[in-house]
């Protein structure tokens, strides 16, 4: 991690914008290891004050582990988060936890404690053939029951858990 650091701070004291950009993404939610996450984060703070450069950290989580504590963290330092969020219950059902209890109550009041917080973010939903035809349906929905702002919609891959779990991609041509 200190390598990884150490080169992007150095990297971007080259440039003229001065700016080291990290993201916190994963083969899996980056939060399930939070006290890594916020070591590392307060080395990002070192190092790039160290080299005089300005960072912009983003996370991107499911949200399932965030409580509010966590998320109060996260406003004093982290820049960005993106949420994967379904947004509709029955969408969302595709993403339970792991003993098969459903996710969408926990991230409807992670939506809202973001919001709470002042927390700048974006919902990215995954587009499966099931969601396709009710994109207006999510952002109504969303503006009635969150005050989240900002919708990333994006097809599904044929990768990953959307392999295992039979979701079908979006029609090309639709």
Known sequence: MRA???LVSKNAAETESRLARFRYIGGGEPTAEWRFLESTTRYIRERCGSDSVRHFIRLITN???LTEER?????????FVTL???ILPELQEARPYAN???THSKLLEVVRNLCAAGIRFHLRT???AAGAGR????VQYVHQNTGAKSIRFEPLSAIGRSVST???RPLEDV
Do not use: H
């Open 166 to 168: 039979g979701l079908e």
């Open 71 to 79: 998320v109060a963290w996260l406003a004093s330092n982290i820049q």
């Open 135 to 138: 994109l207006e349906e999510m």
């Open 4 to 6: 990884a650091v150490d």
């Open 100 to 102: 098969g209890k459903p």
């Open 84 to 86: 994967s969020f379904d």
């Open 63 to 65: 949200g399932t582990l």
């Open 126 to 128: 995954t587009i499966s």
